[in-house]
């Protein structure tokens, strides 16, 4: 039996069964090791009708609940899944979601002290 945690196992049999580009699968893998809690994949491209996208990169964690977090769910709070054409790309919408995180929580805080402060 592999170290090799079950993610990380189920995301290379992904890469091999869907038939990802060469360099996918170690993309995929170097980023989640440089950006912890996020699951990264790639997508091919879509041309189903109404659901046209050009192949890229997803990204998505459990760790965030943001309102307009998923591309797909604008108005609603969720985990963020977010899709971009390339890594680079999704690197900064990854950065701009924790920042919009961290400026949440910060809100969140201080509305809470200067609650706790009026009573």
């Known amino acids: 039996m592999s170290d090799e945690p079950m993610s990380r196992r189920n995301l290379r049999l992904i890469a091999e069964r869907s038939g990802w580009p060469p360099g996918a699968l170690e993309t995929c893998l170097r980023l989640e090791g440089e950006h912890p809690g996020w699951r990264v994949g790639w997508l091919r491209e879509n041309t189903y009708p109404g659901f046209e996208r050009p192949a890229g990169w997803l990204a998505s964690t459990e760790e965030l609940c943001l309102k307009d977090a998923d591309d797909d769910l604008p108005g609603r709070w969720c985990s963020p899944r977010l899709f ?3 890594p680079e790309a ?4 990854m950065a701009e979601m924790e920042e919009r995180a961290t400026d949440q929580r910060e809100w969140r805080e201080s509305t809470w002290r200067s609650m706790s402060r009026d009573r």
């Open 84 to 86: 971009a054409v390339t």
């Open 90 to 93: 999704l690197v900064k919408r």
